[in-house]
């Protein structure tokens, strides 16, 4: 009984030992086997770049007190602080970042340092984007965008005043003529300009025609058609108020969707097609003679049927 008792007190000893090295040991071994640091770049971006000042910081750093600290950087650079530092990359490359605590706990990350292209001088200078000619009440769309560009002034030549202050616009000219339309933004010294010629709407004759039947659509498609291949390369207004004709008459504003069939064999979306007429057949040597239009409905029309010849003036 005597030996029985010994026992029982030794290991009841034991046990209790053991019991208050678990309790110091296991919160110690707790928190540092959940280390972990974050990077965070300073332009925000989210690239890590040449020459950037990058932020390491340890997760959680009040746990840690007094613990000893190195960052190794993974180019042969260490930093001894306890746990936040900022560094530089000189050159690119990929890195693996070590950071160590009491020389004992370890974790490591990969990282890539990259080198961004330097933006060059002329990418910088705004533009204007939009078309060159228009009409008298159509929805023309002007766009500019631009490296450190955030603040826009349009001015479209008709109000004598700013009308618009966003990258993408839409404006209604409601007179024709010849306007410069000028763009004023924070990285510019002086506005950028950029002309387009507005054409009034259709006369009020060609309003008022009234297409009642197939064959006078066709006529009239053949007529507009021919007007295109008659007009001289430097003679737009008769080229942009016959397309357009065709446009609004007949393709319910969906002219991208038509089809021009040429004597039966070739194809051409109809702008394609009439650029064509205007300036690489309609002129020169040759000349195009439209000698029949077919087309199976004169409203949301999708395929033209043209028979063309080309004779020696």
């Known amino acids: 009984m005597r030996f029985n008792r010994k026992v029982i007190v030794i290991v009841l000893g034991v046990a209790v030992v053991l019991a208050l090295i678990l309790a110091i040991w296991m919160p110690y071994n707790t928190t540092i086997s959940n280390m972990d640091f974050s990077v965070d770049d300073s332009n925000g971006n989210y690239h890590f770049e040449v020459n950037e000042k990058l932020n390491f910081a340890l997760n959680d750093s009040l746990d840690y007190g007094d613990r000893d600290m190195i960052w190794y950087m993974g180019n042969g650079d260490t930093i001894k602080r306890v746990s936040n530092v900022f560094y530089k990359y000189k050159e690119k490359g990929k890195y693996m970042v070590t950071l160590s605590v009491d020389d004992k706990y370890k974790i490591s990350k990969y990282i890539e340092v990259i080198s961004l292209p330097k933006k060059k001088a002329k990418d910088s200078i705004a533009r204007i984007y939009g078309a060159d000619v228009g009409y008298v009440g159509e929805e023309l ?14 001015e479209f030549g008709e109000t004598g005043t700013v009308d618009a202050y966003e990258g993408q616009v839409v404006y209604i000219y409601k007179t024709p003529g010849m306007y410069n339309v000028k763009l004023k933004t924070n990285t510019s010294k002086y506005p950028v300009a950029h002309r387009i010629q ?13 297409l009642d039947s197939l064959s006078m659509a066709q006529e009239d498609i053949k007529k507009r058609l021919q007007t295109i291949a008659d007009a001289s390369i430097g003679n737009n207004r008769d080229y942009y108020r016959s397309l357009r004709h065709i446009e609004n008459q007949y393709t319910c504003n969906d002219a991208d969707e038509v089809i021009v069939v040429i004597n039966g064999a070739r194809y051409n979306d109809l702008y394609s097609y009439c650029q064509g007429l ?7 040597e040759k000349t195009v003679i439209i000698s029949e239009v077919a087309i199976d409905t004169f409203k949301c029309l999708k395929k033209i049927k043209v028979t063309q010849s080309l004779i020696n003036p």
Do not use: M, N, R
């Not at 054409?199 to 004759?205: C, K, M, R, S, Y």
């Open 198 to 210: 507005i054409l009034p709407l259709f006369e009020a004759i060609e309003e008022a025609e009234q």
């Open 278 to 284: 205007h300036h690489l057949e309609g002129k020169g």
């Open 141 to 154: 769309v002007f766009s500019s965008y631009g490296p450190g560009i955030d603040s826009w002034y349009w």
